[in-house]
């Protein structure tokens, strides 16, 4: 029973994520003619978690900087993700934007966004994904006690945001950003102190961005997230 309820709540924090990631973007649609590739910033986004089969790759151009409208450059030229052309679309809240989704399991590696066009500008920026993934499983039921968990798919340093949650509506539960040396990861004991018995949920979030090396005088950022959740029951 705890587990459907788990899954319920887990899916409404992403849908939460989703909507606050929207809210962050806006623009409106532009013509091609006033399009110039000196003045726009590149925001791109790569976006994915364990229980989707796909990721998705979000570019946008925003004019005049990071906080700039999102605009369209038909017209003037075409953006390529390993070589495909994306096609573009565009909402009232986000404005235009061009998106892929790709098989998450085929997409750990290398990959390069290529923005080209007007008299024969090419702007390149390389990425490397990597699916992250828990190496050891979590039992159904824990107790109280120190828990190391082994991840694979991170840099022999790198940074997870820990959400650990329960049932009830008084604690806060865990948040908070942890460095982990070669994936491994300790939750204490005295953390598990903080939580009530009964259903608990897991959620890791690793996000790394970095800004682009081929942009404008404006710049640019590329942002990869990468999100994973387990469930258990906490017994004293």
């Known amino acids: ?58 570019l946008q151009f925003r004019e005049g900087g990071e906080k700039g409208d999102a605009i369209s450059i038909a017209g003037w030229g075409k953006v390529t993700l390993d070589g495909e052309v994306l096609p573009g679309d565009s909402t009232k809240r986000t404005g235009f934007f061009y998106e892929a989704h790709r098989p998450i399991a085929d997409f750990s590696g290398k990959h390069s966004i290529i923005l080209s066009g007007g008299d024969e500008e090419e702007y390149k920026e390389d990425f490397d994904f990597q699916r992250v993934e828990l190496l050891n499983e979590i039992p159904d039921t824990l107790a109280r006690e120190e828990l190391v968990l082994e991840f694979g798919g991170l840099e022999s340093e790198d940074y997870l945001r820990v959400l650990v949650v329960d049932t009830s509506v008084i604690n806060e539960g865990i948040n908070r950003v942890d460095t982990l040396q070669n994936g491994r990861l300790v939750i204490s004991a005295d953390d598990f102190q903080k939580l009530d018995s009964g259903p608990i949920q897991l959620l890791f979030f690793r996000e790394f961005e970095k800004p682009a090396q081929n942009g404008t005088n404006r710049g640019g950022r590329i942002l990869i997230t990468y999100s994973l959740g387990r469930e258990f029951y906490l017994k004293d």
């Open 1 to 58: 029973m705890f587990m459907k309820e788990s899954q319920k709540r887990y899916s409404v924090f992403f849908m939460a994520a989703v909507v606050l990631l929207a809210m962050g973007c806006s623009g409106k649609d532009k013509p091609a003619s006033s399009f110039n590739a000196d003045d726009i910033f590149f925001d791109y986004k790569i976006s994915g978690r364990e229980t989707d089969d796909k990721l998705t790759v979000l």
